[in-house]
């Protein structure tokens, strides 16, 4: 039996599956202190529970496991910042303040781009357990993706390009 057979818990991590694990998880760091952050300018409910939930659900759970991942495995974690004292709204010049809109454009760019890394690190894992974890962590995304698709569609936030509307003439 050669060195990757049998377990994945029990197989070296490559160079590779190291450094997108261990730079998802400093990306993930940074993105929790500014999602903490962003609770402070939110205004609106729906995106405060989104946010809420989404540091709860998928940010804080997705850390944890791979600060477990990378201890089991002696590879040092990247820095992360502490959690964010919360603000009032109103104590918040006005000039300072983040748009519900411009929160919600950036959770969804952050969401597209979390889809690309997930879809990125499974494509380069040989280990089966870390290529099945990105793979929960990319339907998170999806899940999460949708849900903030409508509410910014219910809320008037999507601003889309230019609608193609007509066929082409031939």
């Not at 400093?26 to 409910?45: E, I």
């Not at 793979?135 to 999507?158: C, N, P, Q």
């Amino acid at each position: 039996m050669g060195i990757l057979n049998g377990n994945p818990k029990k197989e070296p991590m490559h160079y590779g599956e190291v450094y997108k694990v261990w730079g998802y998880l400093a990306v993930s760091n940074g993105l929790l202190g500014g999602y903490q952050v962003w609770l402070n300018h939110v205004g609106d409910d729906d995106l405060k529970r989104f946010i809420e939930d989404g540091i709860k659900n998928v940010i804080k759970p997705e850390i944890q496991q791979l600060e477990e991942l990378l201890k089991v495995n002696g590879v040092e974690l990247p820095p992360s910042a502490a959690d964010r004292p919360q603000a009032d709204l109103e104590q918040i010049p006005a000039g300072a303040r983040v748009s519900d809109p411009e929160i919600a454009v950036s959770l969804s760019a952050d969401i597209a781009a979390g889809l690309v890394t997930c879809s990125t690190v499974i494509g380069q894992c040989i280990r089966e357990d870390i290529a099945m974890m990105f793979t929960k962590f990319h339907a998170s995304k999806i899940e999460y993706g949708a849900r903030l698709l409508r509410m910014k569609k219910d809320k008037g936030w999507v601003v889309p390009p230019p609608l193609h509307k007509d066929t082409a003439v031939e």
